[in-house]
């Protein structure tokens, strides 16, 4: 269930259709949740778009100019599937392969990239608005499973952190401009 919470607790409660895994959010009432199996947009908290996938969803990340939403696959998947959101409905765009389960997704603030991490500890950075691979070599410093992924606000930086407790944060120009935060 999604949920509003007021003052006075819950003022509004959505039933989705199955379990969710994943979701993002915007300040203007968007909302998709990777549910186990299918996708769910809202929009002003109200079910608008329900879409059956053949595919785990395992995460998600709108692009900041709404028009673009990327789904990550989990273990049969191992894919990330970019959507276009035309109105309330969601058209798959273009599928990127990807080493393991996709864990973590995020568009950067300014909309040129995209990076996806997975639980075989790598991250991937696409630059938009094709997807181009902008890594060639592997950025997996982590020594375990990848867990979330967020950009500084003028798009710079990029902080990864996993299940060993540390967050890297890296600069996207370079594989060897990073900083270790140890947990």
Do not use: F
Request: a neutral charge.
């Amino acid at each position: 269930k999604l949920a509003t919470i007021g003052q006075s607790g819950y003022q509004h409660q959505i039933k989705l259709p199955s379990q969710p895994k994943g979701v993002d959010s915007t300040s203007a009432g968007l909302a998709v949740v990777a549910c186990v199996n299918e996708v769910v947009v809202l929009k002003d908290g109200h079910i608008v778009y329900n879409q059956k996938v053949d595919y785990e969803p395992q995460c998600v990340a709108i692009s900041p100019s709404q028009s673009e939403v990327a789904i990550g696959g989990g273990d049969r998947d191992m894919k990330i599937h970019v959507y276009t959101l035309s109105g309330n409905m969601l058209h798959e765009k273009t599928t990127l392969s990807h080493n393991g389960a996709v864990t973590s997704l995020k568009y950067s603030r300014d909309g040129s990239k995209l990076t996806a991490c997975d639980t075989y500890r790598k991250v991937l950075l696409y630059q938009m608005p094709d997807y181009t691979p902008m890594i060639t070599t592997e950025w997996g410093y982590h020594t375990a499973r990848v867990n979330s992924v967020a950009w500084s606000p003028d798009s710079q930086h990029i902080g990864i952190g996993a299940l060993d407790t540390n967050v890297i944060v890296w600069s996207p120009g370079s594989k060897t401009n990073y900083t270790v935060v140890k947990g």
